[in-house]
């Protein structure tokens, strides 16, 4: 599968970031199929940001919990990330990639930078 993000390159404080990962090649909404949300701030390692699996449901990073929610559009064929109250710490690429028993792919990343 190839995997799509998308989304506003640049937020300030406090505002929403939301990214959009379009699949093809593929459906979402295949059995055992689960798609994460991950980033990397800038310096650091990968962080797990949230999962949505191919039934729905939705599993979230603890340390980002109160502050993100996945959601996803199967006419679409794709998923979106928000993530709330965001600071500068949120800075980072953004990947969205597919799993299923092992990596199925990744998306090339974006760029997201929390400024005013």
């Known amino acids: 599968v190839q995997l799509q993000e998308s989304g506003p390159g640049l937020v300030k404080p406090s505002q929403t970031l939301s990214l959009t990962c379009t699949v093809s090649g593929g459906s979402i909404t295949t059995n055992y199929y689960i798609w994460r949300w991950i980033r990397q701030p800038p310096g650091k390692g990968l962080e797990w940001v949230g999962t949505?699996?191919?039934?729905?449901?939705?599993y979230y990073s603890p340390s980002l919990k109160s502050r993100t929610s996945i959601s996803r559009d199967t006419s679409k064929n794709h998923f979106t990330l928000q993530l709330s109250s965001v600071t500068p710490e949120d800075t980072a690429v953004y990947y969205c990639?597919?799993?299923?028993?092992?990596?199925?792919?990744w998306g090339k990343g974006a760029l997201v930078t929390v400024s005013s």
């Open positions: 990639a597919a799993y299923i028993g092992g990596w199925a792919g």
């Open positions: 949505i699996a191919y039934s729905g449901s939705t």
